[in-house]
């Protein structure tokens, strides 16, 4: 597998700044996913990185380090609807396998 | 309409019975996938699919099957369904890439009894 690592749990306030971390194995790298995903419904896609450095889109902004095997996606300006869990995934070599890591579970609170 | 449709959305069955979960996309995708998702575990791949000739076992395969009756319909059977089989399932698409993002159905919440 990917050997995809992320943190079980996290707690932030609304309106501050969280930062969610994902290790994975390199060997075999062709990118890194983050997907969303509230309680009881399906993974939506909020990024793709394949190459160093931060692409932001509006509140969400993802980063990654190749030579680290890192990324973390930030999130900004937190809102109680951003409580879901987060899921860091990998293609993997021949970008076909789609393997995701165990999910950070957000807890924004007021 | 969803482009991505599983059935049933839920299911109770009891052990030992045979059960198929259904997938079936309008997005004309090539790639299909079955998961499976269990508290803390986050998603888990059961096999994957690249298109009607190529099928792949994923991280959990064992206990399962699956069928590529045609490029939009992928389909995953418990032959013999037992109880720690209980868990959220869900299919996802995906187009040709390894950049392209991934379609979700709504999920099959299966539980055996």
């Known amino acids: 597998g990917q050997n995809i690592d992320q943190p079980t749990e996290m707690t932030a306030t609304e309106g501050a700044i969280v930062q969610i971390n994902c290790t994975y194995q390199?060997?075999?790298?062709?990118?890194l996913f983050w997907y969303q995903q509230h309680a009881g419904e399906a993974p939506t896609f909020l990024s793709y990185?394949?190459?160093?450095g931060l692409e932001e889109k509006g509140r969400f902004s993802s980063f990654l380090s190749r030579s680290k095997g890192y990324s973390y996606l930030l999130l900004k300006e937190l809102q109680m609807k951003d409580s879901a869990s987060y899921l860091c995934?990998?293609?993997?070599?021949?970008?076909?396998?789609?393997?995701f890591g165990t999910g950070t579970q957000l807890k924004v609170e007021l | 309409d969803a482009d991505v449709t599983q059935t049933p959305r839920n299911r109770i069955t009891k052990t030992g019975k045979r059960i198929m979960l259904e997938c079936s996309q309008t997005?004309?995708?090539?790639?299909m996938y079955w998961y499976r998702q269990d508290p803390g575990l986050g998603l888990r791949l059961i096999y994957y699919?690249?298109?009607?000739?190529?099928?792949n076992k994923g991280e959990i395969s064992d206990g399962y099957s699956v069928s590529r009756q045609a490029q939009a319909k992928f389909s995953l059977s418990l032959e013999s369904a037992i109880p720690n089989q209980t868990a959220l399932y869900f299919c996802?698409?995906?187009?040709?890439?390894?950049?392209?993002?991934?379609?979700f159905g709504q999920g099959t919440r299966l539980t055996v009894v």
């Open positions: 995934a990998s293609p993997g070599g021949g970008g076909n396998k789609l393997t």
């Open positions: 990185n394949v190459l160093d």
């Open positions: 699919s690249f298109d009607v000739k190529d099928i």
């Open positions: 997005k004309g995708h090539d790639r």
């Open positions: 390199t060997s075999g790298f062709n990118g």
């Open positions: 996802a698409t995906r187009t040709g890439g390894s950049n392209t993002e991934a379609f």
